[in-house]
């Protein structure tokens, strides 16, 4: 579970309502399900107009993994391409083929696989290249579609507060009245607004993070790959792919130091 995700939203939820309560507001003021409906209704279809459907359905697939570390553990990953490397040494290339069940990566699979079958190694960086080149501007379409909702959902909740005005006119002979629909009113521009800047800007920057660390571990893959088919000595090539891993080891590093 990515901790920073869960316990950002919590805080930001709880930030906003404390603040409101303790000025004497209270959570049933900004409850209003007409104003959510405005806003999520509208921002949907201005984002469902702008994409196609099925960016737009694997957009909303890939909201949960804000929630998850990367699936690909690149420590796991360097450790299978040195054994690999090593086994290749050993007993050739080919010996490799009885280890392709095992891969469950289909990136990993299907470079071995080319290597295997004698593919110079210019050419398997070269087509492995253009299928990691292929998905890189599918999954950068993903975060795009969070990105275009937070634009929408500020300007869909003035609509939504115009709405509400339009029908605050129709009571001026009630003050009382007026007053408590202005106030429902405004609450749609804050349901935008909080979208935007709370759910879906953040969420569009996070997954461009989780992105260019799957990424970072496919250029690894290849990386590796590639040296195993050039006979590279499996020392050198872990010095070589650890250094996709130097961030992450930097991390680790800052936190321990700091803890």
Do not use: C
Not at 103 to 131: C, H, N, W, Y
Not at 168 to 177: K, S
Not at 202 to 227: C, D, F, N, T, Y
Request: no cysteine.
């Amino acid at each position: 579970m990515d901790i920073a995700s869960i316990g950002g939203i919590i805080v930001a939820i709880l930030g906003i309502l404390a603040g409101m309560m303790i000025e004497g507001g209270s959570i049933s003021q900004i409850t209003q399900p007409t104003a959510a409906l405005i806003v999520i209704g509208g921002t949907m279809g201005a984002v469902m107009l702008q994409f196609p459907l099925k960016i737009f359905l694997a957009a909303l697939q890939r909201m949960a993994r804000i929630f998850f570390s990367g699936s690909s553990n690149g420590e796991t990953v360097l450790k299978q391409l040195v054994q690999f490397a090593n086994k290749a040494r050993k007993s050739g290339i080919v010996s490799l083929d009885q280890d392709l069940p095992t891969v469950s990566d289909p990136f990993l699979k299907q470079a071995l696989m080319l290597a295997i079958d004698g593919t110079e190694p210019s050419e398997v960086r070269k087509i492995m290249q253009m299928e990691l080149d292929n998905k890189t501007e599918m999954e950068e379409k993903i975060p795009q579609v969070f990105e275009a909702a937070g634009g929408y959902s500020p300007t869909v909740g003035i609509i939504g507060a115009v709405l509400g005005l339009i029908q605050v006119m129709q009571h001026l002979d009630n003050i009382t009245e007026v007053g408590r629909g202005i106030a429902v009113a405004f609450v749609a521009t804050i349901y935008g607004v909080a979208l935007a800047n709370l759910i879906f800007l953040p969420v569009a920057g996070k997954l461009k993070i989780r992105h260019r660390e799957e990424q970072m571990i496919k250029e690894m893959m290849l990386e590796g790959v590639v040296s195993i088919l050039e006979g590279m000595n499996p020392r050198m090539m872990e010095t070589k792919l650890r250094t996709f891993l130097l961030d992450d080891k930097q991390t680790e590093s800052t936190a321990e130091a700091a803890a």
